[in-house]
């Protein structure tokens, strides 16, 4: 992609992997992480990184494992809500605000703007937490934006995060060729399920969702 002016001027990336390096340290020796597949993330140019939402855990710890193995920063979304007492340090770490429950142009374009920089951007197509162990249905709009990103898409899936000082896993799967998709969005979460459920519950109906049965 065409190099543009820096999406983030207030980025910090001294700051960033000072931040990323104590939660990697933390998921380390606290929540034993387990990872898989991290070579599938490229080491260089626009990536965006589907995964599944489980926990308020999700994005600093996504994004401290591809810093430590990949050594690239990840750009994530968050509440706006967040802004009005952290608006001060989460620019800082790579963090853009987003409104929930609407379709947010301004969080759409500004993804846009640092994959067409080449940067790495990680991106939650359920929009909500799900608290029920199970993957929940992409929201509208998530296939629009996957679908412009232009970039490598890839799945990635995080199993444990809800729970304090157990083990996290995290599988990061190859990435996905949907220039051909007419569900990106379905399609993206289809792979994130491979990853996230055991083999044997493959298959069975439950707890896959209608939308999200195994080929």
């Not at 999406?7 to 700051?15: D, E, G, I, N, Y």
Request: aromatic share 8%.
């Amino acid at each position: 992609m065409a190099k543009t002016s820096d999406p983030m001027p207030r980025f910090r990336p001294a700051l960033y992997h000072l931040f990323a390096s104590i939660v990697h340290a933390g998921l380390t020796i606290l929540w034993r992480v387990r990872i898989e597949g991290l070579d599938n993330v490229p080491a260089e140019g626009a990536v965006l990184l589907c995964i599944n939402h489980i926990s308020s855990m999700d994005p600093p710890a996504v994004g401290a494992v591809v810093r430590a193995d990949v050594r690239r920063a990840t750009h994530f979304m968050a509440k706006q809500e967040l802004f009005s007492y952290l608006g001060w340090l989460l620019p800082m770490i790579g963090a853009f605000p987003v409104k929930r429950d609407i379709r947010d142009a301004s969080a759409v374009r500004q993804t846009l703007r640092l994959l067409r920089a080449g940067r790495v951007v990680g991106l939650f197509p359920e929009g909500h937490r799900q608290r029920h162990g199970r993957l929940g249905e992409p929201r509208a709009g998530s296939g629009s934006l996957i679908s412009h990103a232009g970039c490598a898409v890839v799945p990635v899936a995080v199993r444990g995060s809800w729970r304090l000082f157990g083990r996290i896993e995290m599988r990061f799967g190859k990435p996905l060729d949907l220039s051909q998709s007419s569900d990106p969005a379905g399609d993206v979460m289809r792979a994130i399920g491979r990853l996230y459920y055991r083999p044997e519950q493959l298959g069975q109906g439950l707890p896959w969702a209608p939308w999200a049965e195994p080929d």
